[in-house]
């Protein structure tokens, strides 16, 4: 629970940081999209889809912060 509290602490602190981490992941989906088109990670988009909800958790929770 501690490291909970320490966590939401810092990330009030620094509010930007899940959406840099997503637009960092979607921008490597699109990287394995291009190198590797037909592996399991640009088949799933398992990077796109994460960024995708980090981000989106980002924006609410920099909100409620």
Same mark, same amino acid.
């Given at each position: 629970m501690k490291?909970? @509290?320490?966590?939401?602490?810092w990330l009030a602190n620094h509010k930007g940081v899940p959406v840099l981490l997503a637009i960092g992941l979607i921008v490597l989906n699109? @990287?394995?999209?291009v190198v590797n088109p037909q *592996?399991? *990670?640009a088949r799933t988009?398992?990077?796109l889809h994460a960024g995708l909800v980090i981000g989106l958790? *980002?924006?609410l929770l920099a909100?409620?912060?």
């Open positions: 490291i909970m @509290l320490k966590f939401f602490d699109f @990287l394995l999209v *592996g399991w *990670g988009n398992v990077c958790f *980002g924006e909100d409620v912060l």
